[in-house]
């Protein structure tokens, strides 16, 4: 009896140390599986399908083909949602931007064709014109003209069996010619999820 | 005052009720018109309510202890109301494909009933899911999803749901450029019942409105038809396999608690080591069945509607006056309910509006997709 109570004891006391242990924030590797779970496109295939992507259409030479002195330009259209799970795609999209200005720098054009963007351009064009503001005439020109859009979709199947499912997603991207509609590039990421319900859920 | 109820739960609630709490507040945004903030909620509830991760745990807790230990995650009906107030919400920022793709998670969430053959019953969403498509420029994927609309509903209504056979909304399909989306009544409530209150069950609540009459610019348009039945919906999940680890602890519960008992009884005619040994061990069974719970996780979602209606209509592009005039089951007008907005039409495109049978509301954003 006395030799039981001290390993009731401490199992008691291990238990209650499990039970106050404390919760934390910490800073975690983007690249890392999301803790979290969930059978959706995750930090990692973000990061991982934008920098495919950008050296991929870096190393085509599509938009490093320009004659000498001049820059091709392109902009991005649309990411088209057809999976079966809502997504931020500005998250994606602006990420791709970002990797392919990393990767392409200044050989490329890299223009801004969003609603916003063109607003922003048209009244501070007509401040500088009308003089509202002051501007370099040297800067003065034209609106750039986009020689290629790069636009995507996201695919996605869902096979589901009583406790089991699986997700895979299809991201392809493909950059088209604006003057001659041919696709001049196209790319891919593909991701796939295993889930199995707990039998508490099901 | 439910949002700053949800509000200040979410901030000191517990932790597993916490996609409970922001559906609960995501519908008082969407009323409010706080469309954005509704999309964000709702997002995060379904985020949750998506996610199969369980750790050991927390189903060790769940079986072993309460059920309602575990995190909420809502019932396939649940999961599919949450995916359509998302879908609408992404709708009314202009973004057609993320909308379908919720709708299509709904469609998928009400496949995860256990009873197979009411896994695709949810005309709504499957309608929805069409017109999304349509506004994307996808005419054989609408095709197909209308399709499954019209199936979903006969299916439904062959199996005890209320609506209407030869849907004039399902007929429509792709028709009108106004479309009105009624949430009538009251949603379901899950109780436990059984000797040990160990099986959850699903029980309509009683709401005066069953249908609604639209008026535009003071002339009647037409009555709203059913598309989804949230009580049928409920009622239709089928048995779950925590259903029966609830049987098999109530069966351990009486039979603990009735040895105990007996055992307990015996000491108190023996006498000696036997004695003290029965007492013991009675003592300890009848613990152990006091201790083991196997009440069913009777948590729901208490805000939803009784079924989610539509009417189409061809309007004029510009400003219209819409009334709506909810109705009991007998053809009797509620003017209790009675709501008159003001509601645009695109020159392009189509609207989209959201009311919901409850006094006193002021208007639903508009969409202009």
Redesign the interface.
């Known amino acids: 009896m006395t030799m039981r109570f001290p390993l009731f004891s401490c199992g008691v006391f291990a238990f209650l140390l499990t039970a106050c242990a404390g919760t934390i924030d910490r800073r975690i590797d983007p690249d890392e599986n999301d803790p ?5 496109l995750q930090s990692q295939d973000i990061r991982t399908m934008a920098d495919r992507m950008a050296r991929d259409i870096a190393s085509s030479g599509v938009l490093t083909s320009a004659p000498r002195g001049e820059r091709v330009s392109f902009h991005i259209t649309s990411l ?8 931020d ?1 500005e998250i994606i999209l602006t990420k791709i931007r970002t990797e392919l200005q990393r990767a392409l720098g200044r050989g490329v054009q890299v223009l801004d064709r969003s609603a916003e963007g063109l607003e922003a351009v048209q009244q501070e064009r007509a401040a500088k014109r009308n003089g509202s503001v002051a501007g370099r005439e040297s800067a003065r020109g034209n609106v750039a003209g986009s020689d290629y859009a790069l636009k995507g979709t996201i695919k996605s199947r ?1 096979q ?1 069996s009583g406790g089991l ?1 699986s997700v895979y997603y299809l991201v392809t991207f493909e950059l088209t010619d604006l003057e001659t509609t041919e696709i001049a590039w196209s790319g891919d990421y593909e991701t796939k999820f295993e ?8 | 005052m439910i949002a700053d109820f949800a509000r200040q739960k979410i901030t000191d609630g517990d932790a597993e009720n916490l996609a409970l709490v922001l559906n609960v507040l995501a519908q008082c945004e969407l009323m409010r018109g706080r469309t954005e903030d509704a999309r964000k909620y709702f ?1 995060e509830a379904g ?1 949750i309510m ?5 750790s050991g745990g ?2 060790f807790s ?2 072993v202890g309460s ?1 309602s230990s ?1 995190t909420w ?1 809502g019932d396939p009906y649940e999961k599919a109301m949450n995916a359509f107030y ?2 609408l919400t ?1 709708l009314w920022r202009g ?1 057609p ?6 709708f ?2 709904g469609i ?1 969430a009400d ?2 009933v ?1 009873d197979e053959k009411y896994q695709a019953d949810n005309a709504l969403l499957f309608w929805l899911a069409g017109r999304m498509s349509l506004l ?1 420029g996808l005419r054989d994927d609408a095709a197909d999803f209308f399709a499954e609309a019209d199936k979903a509903n006969a299916f439904a209504l062959d199996h005890g749901a209320r609506g209407d056979r030869g849907n004039p909304v399902l007929v429509g399909r792709d028709g009108g450029n106004l479309v009105v989306l009624v949430e009538c009544g009251m949603g379901p409530e899950k109780y436990a019942a059984g000797g040990q209150e160990e099986l959850a069950r699903f029980r309509p609540r009683w709401h005066p409105a069953a249908r609604a009459r639209v008026w535009l610019d003071g002339r009647a348009v037409g009555e709203t038809s059913l598309l989804c039945d949230v009580d049928y919906q409920a009622r239709t999940l089928g048995g ?3 259903e029966g ?1 609830r049987k098999g602890k109530a069966v351990f519960k009486t039979a603990t608690t009735v040895a105990g008992a007996v055992l307990l009884h015996q000491a108190m005619k023996d006498h000696g080591d036997s004695a003290r040994t029965q007492a013991i061990v009675g003592g300890g069974l009848l613990l152990l069945g006091l201790l083991t719970s196997t009440e069913a996780d009777v948590r729901h979602w208490p805000t939803l509607p009784a079924s989610v209606q539509a009417l189409t209509v061809d309007a004029a592009p510009g400003s219209h006056r819409l009334r709506i005039q909810f109705l009991e089951a007998s053809g009797r007008a509620l003017p209790d309910l009675d709501q008159t907005w003001s509601v645009t039409v695109p020159e392009r495109g189509e609207s989209y509006y959201l009311f919901r049978s409850l006094p006193g509301l002021d208007r639903f954003p508009k969409a202009n997709p």
């Open positions: 979290v779970g969930g059978a959706v088209r949602n057809d999976s079966g799970d809502p997504i795609k869902v589901q499912k889930s199995e319900k707990s039998v508490i859920s099901r | 997002g985020a998506g996610n199969w991760q369980t927390e189903a769940a079986i059920e575990k995650k998302l879908g992404y973004e494909d993320n909308a379908r793709a919720a299509k998670k998928l496949a995860e256990a994307m779950t396999e925590m680890i």
